[in-house]
């Protein structure tokens, strides 16, 4: 794991310049100019708005947990969302938080099983929030126009949004489709052994139907608990709206207070996320910056555009790293209290 790390932040900081350079080299004193007079109320109400981005989902994670381990605190799940912050921004398209955060739960006594179970339920919350809001987005775009100019960026988007949809529909499937699951994992691992894709047909066949009946545990719980599932979502879907917010926060901190509002903030954002999640390099870095400047470049111009990007880069993703990595190496992974 610790060579993968290393590889990854490697990659990570050699693009992370690169990108940079693109970003500064044809107006850095303007740009250095506008981040030096940013208003620090505001800058500090767009950190905060991060902060509770953290804190909600942390929030769903907690009320999850609780099911399988009542002396878990608040305190933990919050370290624990930290520091899988650090672990997706280091992974191309976040695949190192997941395995991570069943590590975590299994220090703190949460046997597997049940440790997949709970990371099932909130990454289907957090999957359905993702595409309610995308919806949203969708339909705010195509009644008020915001991006016509940029029609290849929008198609972009249909595809995301399309994809994310295609995720939470195969989840549902997956997880309440018990008969058609094993029938399809049983032909689809024939298939591959029969293509020399797969060398042992018996041990893969269990693995993967293991892996099934995990879905369908974690489905019926959520079915028997209906409110959970409501309140996961209803958290995500909070936990997003001020990260999708915090654009506008450092609109207002560079003294510009007509560019942007909250509805143009919001669907800029959840455009931005959509185009980073096809982008297979740590932290989507390169396609999230070109995002950024492509949607928010609709509204904001000049050398404030590549001040605020680089402002919201720090606070919704390197701030992260560094605050995760910290916990990682003080927590020493998450070891039972």
């Known amino acids: 794991m610790l060579k993968n790390i290393k590889k990854n932040a490697f990659i990570l900081i050699a693009i992370t310049l690169i990108v940079l350079y693109f970003v500064l080299k044809d107006d850095f004193s303007s740009i250095m100019e506008q981040l030096l007079k940013m208003n620090p109320i505001w800058l500090l109400v767009a950190l905060l708005c991060y902060v509770l981005y953290i804190v909600l989902k942390s929030l769903a994670f907690h009320m999850t947990v609780k099911q ?95 994809i994310n949809t295609l995720v939470v529909v195969a989840l549902f499937i997956i997880s309440f489709g018990k008969r058609l699951n094993h029938f399809l994992v049983k032909k689809i691992v024939h298939l591959f052994h029969k293509l020399k894709i797969v060398k042992n047909e018996e041990d893969t066949l269990v693995r993967w139907t293991e ?64 185009i980073g999640s096809f982008v297979p390099i740590p932290g989507a870095s390169g396609g999230i910056e070109y995002g950024f400047l492509a949607f928010f470049g609709n509204f904001i111009g000049g050398s404030m555009l590549p001040a605020m990007l680089l402002m919201w880069r720090f606070i919704t993703y390197y701030l992260g790293l560094i605050v995760g990595a910290i916990l990682l190496m003080i927590d020493k992974g998450g070891k039972k209290e």
Do not use: W
Request: proline residues 3%.
């Open 68 to 162: 399988e381990k009542q002396d878990y605190t608040f305190k933990r799940s919050m370290i624990h969302n930290t520091v899988v912050q650090f672990f997706n921004g280091i992974t191309p398209f976040s695949t190192g938080g997941q395995p991570m955060e069943v590590y975590m739960l299994k220090q703190q006594g949460i046997r597997y099983s049940k440790g997949v179970n709970i990371i099932l339920q909130t990454f289907i919350f957090y999957q359905t929030a993702l595409v309610i809001y995308g919806l949203i987005a969708v339909a705010l775009n195509y009644s008020f126009h915001f991006f016509e100019k940029i029609p290849l960026l929008r198609r972009l988007i249909l595809l995301g949004f399309f």
């Open 211 to 274: 892996r099934v009946e995990t879905f369908h545990s974690c489905a019926e719980h959520l079915k028997e608990h209906k409110s959970i599932f409501i309140k996961g979502v209803l958290l995500h879907l909070l936990s997003l709206s001020f990260f999708y917010v915090i654009p506008l926060f450092l609109a207002y901190s560079m003294n510009d207070y007509t560019s942007l509002n909250a509805m143009t903030a919001i669907v800029s954002s959840a455009y931005v996320l959509i």
